[in-house]
């Protein structure tokens, strides 16, 4: 089964939603069809268009900020699959202050690495290690969240998501 984007009515990111849910929320007047991936649901007398971004016809207040989950994919996901040391192929993680040096395991200490750089780097501190971050780490936004959550972001999301092309196959 597909997957759809799901705007709120300001036409803010909300979540992805199969397609099927998105389509029952098109059918029950609950929101709007804004792209089709091109292919169709059929009954018996009708065929409707297959959702691919569907936005709300009323705002919803989202109540809190959800956390993001720190994992593997979701770290690739935000560095853009590279090393934050030498902007290579990411194949690895690693913690900028080593966990045996008192580093945790969050957001602002976690890096994608190269098998190069993480052998490198080994068990020092970036000062010890003669290595410098391209970029600090950080708690990724919402939009990453939604590009991790799918798996896979359609061209016609982008728009929306505040992305490019460029930016995934990065």
């Not at 009708?46 to 900020?65: G, T």
Request: with cysteine; proline share 5%.
């Amino acid at each position: 089964m597909g997957r759809a984007l799901l705007l709120n009515a300001s036409f803010e990111p909300l979540c992805v939603v199969s397609t099927r849910r998105a389509l029952l929320l098109v059918l029950d007047a609950k929101a709007e069809l804004l792209h089709g991936t091109g292919r169709q649901f059929r009954s018996e007398r009708s065929a409707f268009p297959e959702p691919s971004v569907v936005r709300l016809d009323h705002y919803i207040k989202v109540p809190y900020q959800t956390r993001i989950a720190l994992n593997r994919r979701a770290v690739f996901a935000r560095d853009g699959h590279r090393c934050q040391y030498c902007g290579l192929a990411a194949e690895n993680i690693d913690h900028v202050i080593p966990r045996s040096r008192g580093g945790s395991h969050a957001w602002d200490n976690v890096v994608a690495a190269c098998r190069r750089c993480n052998t490198r780097k080994r068990d020092r501190l970036l000062e010890e290690s003669g290595m410098k971050l391209r970029r600090t780490p950080s708690v990724p936004r919402e939009r990453a969240w939604m590009l991790v959550a799918s798996g896979l972001v359609r061209p016609d999301w982008e728009q929306y998501l505040g992305i490019s092309s460029a930016t995934l196959s990065a």
